[in-house]
């Protein structure tokens, strides 16, 4: 054994990519009157005891649904030279539909292919949570998980599946109870490469 040669540059620490803080601003007094006018408007009196609490309460359900809680997204050098997929799966996942403001839930799945760096498993849910705050449509929220991943991460191939059942399906218009909606988005090798490919897929339960 020897001692740490002082020439040589300290080990390497991980790596911070981003603090990410909430990136909707809610102004709740404002979506409190919103919220007062809308039940008027639905012939409701804001003023009834059993109502009165009601605009504060939704304002503050939304600024919640939407509000992303800061993180620090720490990735980790690939010292073990791991090359084979990462995979989180059935991650819950809830969002609000951005056509009728009503939420849609489901489950999701991620993997990613790791380059010269890896993710703590947990950071997964996270970065799905960050995008999921927000008025959304499912397709666009699979890309923009996928696309955060491969711009940040940098990995060799990146997959992202979501299963979710939309109330504003389900409780209006077809009424379909149930049916659940199931977007996916690929990049690299989980895109281009079959074996890959079939890989994810068979880990999500899904066929590719
Ligand atoms: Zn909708």
Redesign the pocket.
Same mark, same amino acid.
């Given at each position: 054994m020897t001692a740490p040669d002082p020439a040589l540059p300290p080990p390497e620490r991980p790596a911070h990519l981003h603090v990410v803080r909430s990136r909707t601003d809610v102004d709740v007094p404002d979506a409190e009157n919103a919220v007062a006018a809308l039940l008027r408007a639905l012939g409701r009196d804001p003023a009834d005891p059993h109502l009165v609490d009601t605009p504060r309460r939704v304002a503050d359900a939304y600024a919640e649904l939407l509000t992303a809680p800061p993180f620090d997204l720490t990735t980790f050098p690939n010292d073990e030279g791991y090359n084979e997929l990462v995979m989180a799966t059935a991650i819950p996942v809830q969002s609000l539909?951005e056509? $009728?403001l009503?939420p849609f839930t489901g489950v999701a799945h991620i993997g990613y292919l790791p380059g010269e760096r890896i993710l703590g498993l947990s950071k997964l849910a996270r970065v799905l949570d960050l995008f999921a705050r927000d008025l959304q449509v499912q397709e666009r929220l699979t890309q923009q998980v996928a696309d955060w991943l491969q711009d940040n991460l940098d990995p060799r191939g990146v997959g992202v599946v979501i299963e979710a059942e $939309?109330l504003?399906m389900s409780l209006r218009g077809v009424r379909a109870r149930g049916a659940r909606t199931t977007t996916s988005a690929l990049h690299g090798l989980v895109r281009e490469d079959a074996r890959s490919r079939q890989e994810f897929f068979a880990l999500t339960g899904l066929r590719g």
């Open positions: 539909c056509h $009728h009503l $939309h504003c």
